[in-house]
């Protein structure tokens, strides 16, 4: 087996103008009102004056334990979208916040709200449950972020600092505590600190926290008996809650918390590619096989139980009490990007693409300014929830605990890197968007430009331009959901290998050749696994990458009980003026008949009735952007 | 509207003996199975011990404060076994237990372990937690259950004092406290304390407890703060918890805690039957509607939810989350066979038929000795269940929070007062089961023997014995499930008019008539109410009272999968060695076929083909019998 490297990297953010309406869309209302209202969220409840390290005891509340990651995630936001698109005020903003940051930094390096003003002496005592690592990934993140789209240092230089005395307090060397994080995410902010600084002890930091973890004896057992806990009354009852349970090289299924879960997969992937490591790619693979074969939703999101804000069993997927966390589906994104760039596999490329389009930005609303942690994929109407039915699945301004809202600002704001990756002589088109995207292929600086309706249609037209004439391939990811495509290039129709997903098209590639892609979009109605038992009986509506779904506000009877029978037509219509304009899928349902039930909860079923209804569905990305009401995704069969 | 009061009278438990096999075998297995063990459990747990009141601070934890009333269930249920089956062993077990209980008695009457032993300084001041009126009211039941079985006043001596105690305490006379129990149970008892000793003065004193309920100034609120607690801190968040959120004659809609909705309604529906208050009957009706015409299982179980063990919304049924716990079913019967005997209408003895043949009973097994708390419509397999995913819905032997057994176990031993009730010139057949029915009919002896296969078969043969001929109505209930019945008296067809549900046989009876009824009893495919979300699309099988469900023990497929089309052929045959000997309905369902999904979780519903598979469907009340495994109650339709 070869050793695992990246076999491409993203042509990057800066070099890929998004063009289009879909995403253009999402990336201005994430720049022109997310991040103000992050910004504004963060202040008025303390996340930002918490830098300066105020609380006193009696001060009230104490900063919570991850709210540095907060303005952490806002600032990585902030760096994407500044890199793409400058705007002095909001980098002044983002300096201000840097600075209070950079002061907050203790002499040894160290830097954490929480353990300076509230609780010194606590500092690295509980690794298990304190987030103070998960804090420290994020602040690097934002570190590496900023400077890539503004040069500047001071954070970066601020967090190379911590990165230095994380190193120094936790390894395998003597004196060291051989701790790893509770919540994963700075194995991979370590790998990304490495690329911004070439500095080789972040990478072995990176690799000595994916290495330890879930060793015996294990070190949340002895660190809670060094506090003078007891190690058995960790809430979860397991350490598969935080995938401790085992060492991950020997991890074949997704347990536990999923945000965690996937942060922990991206970063283990990083490692094995930068380190050539077969063992751990292949643990990769596995972690890989079981959350996308039996633990997804349609949507992309994962970990179906609030419980532990995560993976219960496999092939349990609940549709209303989906918890499907939006930070989760963030962080398949990643992991999926990752797995992309080192197998050079579209399916990987797939299921990123599943999850950009629909469990992903559903998080947030088509003006950038509510925001979901949970993504159902049913809600009942909302005067059904109470204090005794909780979990009221309608979009709000900010959260108690606000993870979400900043991670979904900086997946869109750089959202345009996972458009296309380089690898030596070939150029990769993962995702369809209209978009002008540059790279440097075969020693050549070669442009693909893309124009499409994309995710609306199939039809994508690219033209490359090129300095001067050149061998390489064009990749082109024919996506899982297609099952008929056509190629042409300069007009000509062309036969290509499509290789684990990527149709190649290898030739002399001359200024303004043009590539037409033709990709069949139809409605098509999907079934869930058998086992999936909330699903069993229904189908689901896709077309292209888009998942839709049934809003109540476009419907005169109650949507959660519309049928959809096998036989009934369905047509998608572009409408230019809802949503923002998006494709709608159009047809006739069936609804009980309301006749003969007054005063009857059960009936012969000969009784029941089902009557023809007109039926709209939207792209369930965008559900709740209307009147809030009842929405399903899944429609059962008749 | 004339004053309501009872119209008919049970013939009583000791007139009644059921020779059946189906109910026969469940009062054989609560005598020789599930009062033992209760017993032992009762004392193992310190239950029993309790009643020494020698629980000191620092022994331990102290008893619970509502353990009186599992004893005093326990009592009951002794009481109506010993009436129709007496066993000295038993009576002397109870004797003893009943002696510590009546040496705990306080000098003035008081009663009750927790405020005895361990905070004294408490009685009375938290009547909205604490149960003290609850406890009450069971003991009282028990008192009066242990008088009519064994002629014995020790235990009802206590319990008027207690009574009396209690009538001195509450009420609207000065220097009273104005309160009433947070956990109905003690109206309806008081009712039968009444009827036990006629002192008036117990059915006031019930009358009062229902009318004071949910008026303003709140008590509980008032109680609240003199205890120096905040009374908006009531966990509920809402009075409606324990139905006090209104004066109950103002109350429409049933909501809260479902065991104390319906002790309390039963106790209402008393109190408005004894004291011809039709005000309070029509609320008696109102929240009978809204219970059985939108918030009842199939199965008749009753509160979806284990947040507030109770009520959600209109219509909201989860089938695999379904708290429906034993005890709320219970209370239900309560309910129905007080409307039934006031109403003298049938619909109120179908939901009893229902809840006492599927709902009620699915909560003991059928050797007695194990027990289900809640009762869902649907469970996955066992491995499924974790910390994560709690809610394993198998069987147990006890519970700490034990009140579902001895609830079950009195319910069983009573089940023969069920059967009939005696009007003036009426005898009414509620139920059809094989037995021998005595009562005093228009001046005669009466003797209705019933010869039947209920609920396998709906022929029905009884044969009337008089000692002399007499006019009176024979009143045979038309179930609601029945769409055809014959009759014939003495051979010849015989047209009855069906009044309210009864076929009326009103005519000069003489020895040994005979009526032979006969109910049409095909297999049913059942839906629910279109506005039920979790069974859009599915039907459940009913056969005369009773409802299916599918067990994985019967199935190689995965029974969660199973579609029933709506054209399959289904077939009821009785199998002797099945459970004891049942009626199961055999045919052929359809379940995906797994070809083809190996790796996929979603594909084009068009690829998943459905594939023929034989089905076996037992009595819902019987599940969870052999090897616990997944259970389903609806099924997709196809």
Chains 1, 2 share one sequence.
């Not at 954070?155 to 060397?173: K, M, P």
């Not at 096989?289 to 179906?304: H, I, N, Q, S």
């Not at 042409?488 to 062309?494: C, D, Q």
């Not at 009401?629 to 069969?637: C, E, I, K, Q």
Request: charged share 25%; net charge positive.
């Amino acid at each position: 087996m070869p050793a695992p490297a990246f076999r491409m990297r993203s042509f990057g953010l800066t070099n890929v103008t998004v063009q289009d309406a879909f995403w253009s869309a999402r990336l201005a209302a994430n720049r022109e009102a997310t991040l103000p209202i992050e910004y504004q969220q963060c202040r008025k409840t303390g996340r930002l004056k918490a830098w300066k390290l105020g609380w006193k005891p009696g001060k009230g509340k104490p900063p919570h334990i991850f709210w540095d990651s907060d303005a952490a995630k806002w600032i990585e936001a902030c760096g994407y979208s500044l890199a793409v698109h400058p705007d002095r005020k909001l980098e002044r903003l983002v300096d201000r916040v840097i600075d209070d940051i950079a002061a907050a930094q203790q002499a040894d390096g160290y830097l954490n709200i929480y353990f300076t003003a509230v609780e010194p002496e606590g500092r690295w005592t509980n690794l298990r449950d304190r987030h103070e690592l998960y804090c420290a990934g994020h602040l690097m993140e934002a570190a590496v972020a900023y400077y890539q789209a503004t040069g500047k240092r001071k954070l970066l230089d601020v967090l190379c600092r911590y990165a230095d005395h994380i190193d120094e307090t936790f390894g395998r060397g003597k004196g060291k505590k051989r701790g790893y994080p509770g919540h994963e995410e700075i194995e991979l902010a370590l790998v990304k600190l490495y690329h911004a600084t070439d500095e080789p002890r972040y990478l072995r930091l990176a690799k000595y926290f994916v290495d330890e973890r879930g060793r015996q004896p294990h070190y949340y057992t002895r660190e809670a008996k060094a506090r003078g806990d007891d190690p058995m009354k960790y809430w979860p009852g397991t350490y598969e809650y935080n995938q401790s349970h085992l060492p991950v090289r020997e991890q074949s299924a997704v347990v536990g918390h999923a945000v965690r879960a996937f942060y922990l997969y991206a970063g283990m992937a990083d490692v094995a590619a930068e380190t050539g490591d077969a063992e751990l790619l292949a643990a990769c693979k596995r972690l890989w096989a079981d959350a996308t074969e039996r633990k997804m939703y349609l949507t992309g999101g994962v970990g179906p139980s609030g419980r532990n804000e995560g993976f219960t069993r496999t092939f349990d997927l609940p549709n209303e009490t989906a918890y499907a966390e939006t930070c989760a589906a963030i962080a398949l994104v990643f992991f999926a990007h990752r797995m992309t760039e080192i197998e050079a596999d579209a399916r990987y490329a797939d299921v990123m693409e599943r999850a950009l389009h629909n469990g992903t930005i559903s998080g947030v609303s088509a003006d950038g300014k509510r925001f979901f942690y949970t993504n159902p994929l049913t809600a009942a109407p909302p005067e059904t929830y109470s204090h005794i039915r909780p979990g009221e699945p309608f979009r709000r301004e900010w959260f108690g605990c606000a993870c979400c809202p900043p991670n979904i600002a900086r997946m869109i704001a750089e959202f345009p890197q996972y458009v296309c990756s380089a690898a030596r002589s070939a150029a990769y088109v993962h995702l369809y968007v209209a978009s002008e995207a540059r790279a440097e292929i075969a020693g050549r600086n070669v442009t693909l430009t893309q124009q499409t309706d994309y995710p609306w249609d199939g039809a994508v037209r690219i033209t490359v331009s090129t300095d001067r004439p050149g061998v390489f391939a064009l990749m082109l990811r024919i996506p899982g959901w297609c099952r008929k495509h056509t190629l042409k290039v300069n007009g000509k129709r062309t036969a290509a290998r499509v290789t684990k997903g990527y149709a190649k098209l290898r030739r002399t590639w001359a200024d303004g050749d043009v590539v037409e892609l033709s990709l069949d979009m139809p409605i098509e109605r999907i079934a869930a696994h058998p086992s999936v038992l909330e699903d069993v009986g229904k189908v689901a509506l896709q077309r292209g990458p888009i998942v839709y779904c049934l809003e109540q506000c476009d419907h005169a009877a109650d949507v959660l009980t519309v049928h959809l029978p096998d036989r009934a037509k369905l047509t998608a219509r572009f409408d230019p003026k809802l949503l923002g304009g998006v494709t709608v899928i159009e047809g006739e349902g069936l609804v009980p008949s309301p006749a003969g039930w007054a005063g009857k909860l059960y009936r012969p079923a000969k009784e029941l009735k089902l009557q023809p209804t007109r039926i709209r569905a939207v792209p369930y990305c965008l559900w709740d952007n209307r009147t809030p009401g009842a929405m399903t995704v899944w429609l059962p069969r008749r």
